[in-house]
């Protein structure tokens, strides 16, 4: 345990004396007073991110929510110190060089004083963009809600289903959240909507069914025509985090799956739930979670969720993990013409702007956000309405997806 704690706290330390340098160079004309302010903040602070390695290493009781945050803390802080050093770092290897170099040819070039000042400020401005906009992250962009609408045509869609409207969210992850504020806002803009249906697409948790037992009221709200329809994210069997039995990790799932029932949502584990309109079908099938990535686990059964439903001709996947799409949905022998997934969040970090959007996650998910076609078929990948880790979004803004349904006739 010591052990485990030492290396974090050491590597902690290095980086804050490093970066602690540039602090001081940059701050040699202040006063006396306020150096000493200065520094004494500086230590303050790093003492307070050392504090939080040592609770999370005891796993000292706190609220899900408070852990979420001070881990989120220690990256605002971590973070631009690791940018700032970079540039002392590229100064420090540059003098290494040409000290050798001196010595090598006997040079007696004196240390410049005015370039280190230079680099330390020029550290010091990198460091306070990504300082900035983690901190707007977590108190703007984490909470501005955007309505995503997108109408999707399609050749064999039943004319009883003409129009037909979907409101979807993903991964509100309600374990993050202090209060029932920033769901209530979520609802009302959802409801505002009045979709048809409304698919909720996994991960209602971190990790514990507990997290989502102040918000049901709120999710008991979720009012659509055609009903509210919900799968399981990979968060949401506990998988992340110690049980003090397998007895215990199953009770908090079977809650899980109750809370989803009290909310009045029609959670699909494995099936299928059938609409008729006029005479037409449209099937809606869900799959528990299924990822590719080995060290997510393989629930979904796609074959025992399309069982019974074998004949309707148009069909709608809930899936949470996108890449199961490419793994096993879009050349099965069933064709499922739109897929609904979530998981990535977009990475909560990223460039999405019209016309052009780029996260991280993509060099892991194929499909990471938005619309995707293939062979006459469709994935949606909802960016997620909560999050997780860090709590903030930065550059990637929580998701209510808006989908009509047409005919490609009327085109």
Do not use: C
């Not at 959802?190 to 514990?208: A, R, S, W, Y």
């Amino acid at each position: 345990m010591m052990l485990r704690l030492l290396i974090p706290i050491g590597l902690l330390l290095l980086i804050d004396f490093y970066f602690f340098q540039i602090i001081r160079t940059a701050g040699h004309d202040l006063s006396v007073t306020r150096k000493e302010f200065l520094f004494a903040g500086y230590w303050l602070v790093s003492l307070l991110t050392i504090a939080i390695v040592i609770l999370s290493t005891f796993q000292v009781s706190l609220p899900n929510h408070v852990k979420y945050y001070l881990f989120s803390f220690m990256l605002v802080l971590l973070v631009p110190k690791l940018i700032g050093i970079l540039f002392l770092i590229g100064e420090d290897v540059f003098r290494l060089g040409k000290g050798i170099l001196g010595l090598l040819t006997q040079s007696d070039e004196p240390f410049i004083s005015d370039r280190r000042e230079f680099i330390s400020k020029a550290g010091l401005i990198a460091a306070t963009i990504p300082f900035a906009t983690m901190l707007y992250g977590m108190a703007r962009t984490a909470f501005n809600i955007q309505i995503r609408r997108k109408t999707v045509f399609y050749d064999d869609l039943p004319a009883a289903f003409e129009g037909l409207t979907i409101a979807q969210i993903s991964d509100m992850h309600s374990g993050s959240f202090s209060s029932s504020a920033f769901i209530s806002e979520a609802v009302n803009r959802i409801l505002e909507l009045k979709p048809d249906l409304i698919f909720f697409t996994g991960d209602l948790v971190n990790n514990e069914a507990a997290e989502a037992e102040p918000h049901i009221n709120e999710f008991k709200r979720l009012k659509a025509r055609l009903g509210v329809h919900s799968v399981l994210g990979n968060h949401d069997y506990g998988d992340y985090g110690p049980w003090p039995s397998a007895e215990a990790k199953t009770a908090n799932l079977n809650r899980l799956k109750e809370i989803h029932k009290e909310s009045g949502w029609n959670l699909l584990l494995n099936s299928n739930h059938v609409l008729e309109d006029d005479g037409e079908k449209l099937a809606i099938v869900g799959v528990e979670n299924w990822g590719a990535a080995r060290h997510f686990p393989k629930y979904g059964d796609l074959d025992k969720a399309v069982e019974g439903a074998e004949d309707v001709r148009f069909k709608i996947l809930l899936s949470h993990d996108p890449s199961h799409w490419d793994a096993k949905v879009k050349d099965h022998p069933q064709k499922f013409q739109l897929t609904l997934s979530g998981h990535t969040h977009g990475a909560q970090f990223g460039i999405d702007i019209p016309g052009f959007k780029w996260s991280p996650v993509q060099y892991l998910y194929k499909q990471w956000a938005g619309l995707y076609e293939e062979a006459g078929q469709n994935i949606y990948v909802n960016r997620g309405l909560g999050f997780i880790g860090y709590m903030g979004r930065i550059g990637i803004s929580p998701e209510i997806t808006l989908l009509e349904l047409k005919s490609s006739k009327n085109s």
